[in-house]
């Protein structure tokens, strides 16, 4: 299976969701993470790590070396992808998940990705709400995406400081210490990462 996570947007969670899907895909099957955003977020957490990931994160580049050997393939996009990259994406992927806080402006352009997404003929892209704060923001924003008719995954990811101490110290949320909720946010990606096991392996 080769998941892309794609927004035109930074602030959403996009490595965030990266790492933590490969963290779950990795306990089912040899996973690895491609970073190909410039900013090399998901290789700057790995780098912070005190221990070895159980998966691979390496460039675009340096997956040809390891080509065949692995039966799930994770990649952080860049930003602001191209129409050229999202024809490249919806071709080489079987699924692309688009993290969105929220947040007004996040979800619009989240619309505004799935509709280009759409434009190009992909039937296998999905929203996956991020950072969020409470109840009642989820149920609104939910509404307006499927008003839009954009496809929504079922479960969601709420936000907690414990990403944050994570990604400071290299670990996934649920090797964070001393912090009641992130047990809850390991949960939150496990029911997400089920949801796509089950529609596409």
Not at 12 to 38: C, E, I, N, R, W
Not at 90 to 98: A, F, K
Not at 129 to 135: E, G, I, M, N, R
């Amino acid at each position: 299976m080769i998941i892309a996570i794609v927004n035109q947007k930074g602030g959403v969670a996009k490595t965030t969701t990266a790492v933590h899907f490969a963290y779950g895909l990795s306990a089912q099957a040899a996973t690895v993470l491609v970073d190909s955003d410039p900013n090399r977020s998901a290789m700057a957490w790995a780098g912070r790590a005190t221990s070895a990931f159980p998966f691979k994160v390496i460039t675009e580049l340096q997956l040809l070396r390891f080509q065949g050997k692995f039966q799930h393939i994770v990649t952080d996009t860049k930003a602001r992808p191209s129409p050229e990259d999202l024809k490249v994406l919806l071709e080489m992927t079987d699924l692309i998940v688009l993290p969105s806080s929220t947040s007004g402006d996040d979800l619009r352009v989240t619309v505004d990705t799935a509709q280009r997404l759409k434009e190009v003929g992909s039937q296998n892209h999905r929203v996956l709400l991020t950072k969020v704060p409470s109840v009642k923001d989820e149920k609104d924003a939910r509404e307006y995406l499927q008003e839009q008719s954009i496809p929504i995954f079922k479960g969601h990811i709420r936000a907690y400081k414990a990403y944050d101490k994570a990604f400071i110290e290299g670990i996934p949320v649920f090797q964070v210490k001393r912090d009641p909720n992130a047990s809850r946010a390991w949960l939150d990606y496990q029911t997400v990462i089920q949801e796509v096991l089950e529609e596409y392996s």
